[in-house]
């Protein structure tokens, strides 16, 4: 990291247009189109029009992206959009990205793949993908300030991930998922969509299965165009200049890096070459502050130590650097809603 | 339905017309009166009773197709407003003391109105039972529309929770048991996969047509989400029900559906389970239900109940 000033970002924000018109929103307005919704209503307030994303050269902005997706869920009300939407997401059609997915070997691959070319296959949540002894997890985070479209994306890409393993694996895998808002009125889109494995009111957004369905091989695939075509998706995305993450992503990393040391806005600004006031405003916008993403990098590395390397409530302590332990006890509260002493029973 | 209103344009137009007619009549041979003896409570309300009747009227006409029923309802309506718009332009016109009929227009089509209005809602009435009897098996007992799936058309998932809650407590008073069969179109993701999502609609559509026919007169029909449906079957026990959910699922396997494009033919099955109600909530019952589907799904071989 240098510390050169006015360099060229090596992240995207969220007014960044990077979102291709005629992939993912297409799709979300293909769903409510063919549920007879009138476009002009679909698009207002977008900035978009029809015609230009038939022209297939319109990107759009996750702002723009989010704005559609308000309007979709408006005026289509029901309980299951989401869950529809997510259903066509992936491999989806979005060239060599869903090429590379379609092809992939096994599961890993797969979800490899997913992370490695997210920007063209999930642009509005970043999948981070994890793997202990028993289990390989998926965890899904905000990646451009989705607010409160959080329960609609996780319910979409959750149930991506669920159909498309469905589909290339032959049949349904026994995923399990952990949400973080409360059960809803409609857990039966859950059950239907995700599977009756889920619970609501967890520290993390995230899905996982045992390890062993992950290096299952896949049939119908062919390994060479999966390689040809994830070549192709990053030389595609080296070209157009889309390689970097998003803001919140690279602050993640950071964060998670430098986790055990003491971590202030200051210091975090200053590590990506900005003011304090400056990297503020910039949280703000993506409808976040320096605690929140602290406190999810935190719960992210704790509940790892805990659940998958077995640490102690006091190893835990100790790693991030908690001397007072009624002080820790009380951040994994806020953190998790829970405490250390509950957990062991509850998410292994 | 896009345009209703188009149906009942003369309609409007006719009610329109009196209503003017009236209004010249008056200022023809009356004269404003001044401000100072507007009585602003009268105005407003017997101007709010005429907008609101209007309001009404338009309801109606949008919503109802064109027919004996919808004529009878507007005429008594359209009285009640004439009058109650005669009853508003009195307040600013004051006519001479030899006009008679003035009292005639305000008091004389109201009784009619009510006359028209009561004769309209028990022909409604009677049409209702009609509908109802297109609803068999699709709601019972109540009505709530915000609680219907808009795609087959059947009861929601809110629809259902709150039926179970009644079936359960009238099956307790009557001592009488109640089951629940679950229905779950088996690789139904994969027609909408290859076939799109309009395709799977349809095969939706039609299975719920399928499964209406085999039901009997009290039973009903709900939509959970997606291509998972729920039959509650009052009075039945559950090896009643397992043999009612068999034949559903036989049903759909030799239904030879065909597709709207090509006329391909689908293979379809569906995988059913049933439970009997013991002394649980309507969610406890609809959760256990849901866990027997997930083992009756991871079982291929043991499918139907």
Known sequence: ?348 | MPSLFAFHRIKLLVLFLVANLGLILHLSLGAVKPLSIWDPLDVAGEGGSAILVLVWICLLLKSRPAGRVTTLLFAGLACLFFSLWMDVIDEFIQLPDSVRWDGWLESGPMPVGFVLLTLGIYHWHSEQLAINLQMRNRERLYREHREFDTLTPLGGATYLRNQIGSSIQQAEADRQPLSLVMLDMDTFNTINRDYGQAEGDRVLQVVTQLVLLNLREHDLLCRLAGDRFVIVLPNTLESQAKVMAMEVSLAIAHLAYRTTGQGERLVLSATTVAVMARQESAEGLLERLNLRMAQAKQMPLARSA
Request: net charge positive.
């Open chain 1, 1 to 348: 990291m240098s510390n050169a000033p006015a360099r060229q970002r090596n992240w995207y924000e969220r007014d960044a247009r990077f979102i291709p018109a005629h992939h993912q929103p297409a799709s979300l307005l293909d769903l409510a189109l063919g549920r007879g919704i009138d476009s002009h209503r679909l698009l207002r307030g977008t900035g978009l029009f029809y015609q230009d994303i038939l022209g297939g050269r319109q990107s759009v902005t996750a702002e723009q992206f989010l704005r559609l997706i308000d309007n979709v869920r408006q005026l289509q009300g029901g309980d299951d959009c989401s869950f529809l939407f997510g259903q066509q997401l992936l491999p989806g059609h979005y060239g060599n990205a869903s090429h590379a997915l379609r092809h992939a070997q096994n599961l890993q691959q797969a979800l490899e793949r997913l992370v490695l070319l997210r920007r063209r296959l999930s642009p509005l949540l970043t999948p981070r993908f994890r793997l202990d002894d028993r289990y390989a997890y998926i965890h899904w985070f905000d990646s451009c300030g989705v607010g409160g479209r959080e329960i609609f994306l996780m319910e979409a890409c959750m149930t991506a991930v669920t159909a498309m393993c469905r589909w290339l694996s032959g049949g349904p895998l026994p995923w399990q998922y952990q949400l973080r808002h409360p059960k809803p009125g409609y857990v039966e889109q859950y059950w239907v969509h995700l599977s009756e494995e889920v619970r609501f009111g967890c520290p993390q957004n995230l899905m996982r299965l045992p390890r062993e369905f992950l290096v299952r091989p896949w049939s119908n695939v062919s390994v060479t165009v999966g390689q040809v075509a994830e070549q192709a998706s990053l030389e595609e995305l080296a070209a157009a200049d889309e390689m970097a993450p998003s803001m919140l992503d690279i602050l993640f990393e950071y964060l998670h890096e430098h986790i055990r040391q003491p971590l202030g806005l200051d210091r975090l600004a200053e590590a990506q070459g900005m003011s304090a006031a400056t990297l503020k405003r910039k949280l703000k916008r993506h409808d976040t502050h320096f605690q929140q993403l602290l406190d999810q990098v935190r719960t992210y590395v704790a509940l790892d130590l805990y659940v998958s390397k077995g640490f102690s409530s006091d190893e835990v302590a100790a790693y991030l650097n908690f001397n007072d332990k009624a002080n820790f006890r009380r951040s994994f509260k806020r953190w998790t809603g829970l405490l250390p002493s509950d957990l062991p029973g509850s998410f292994a």
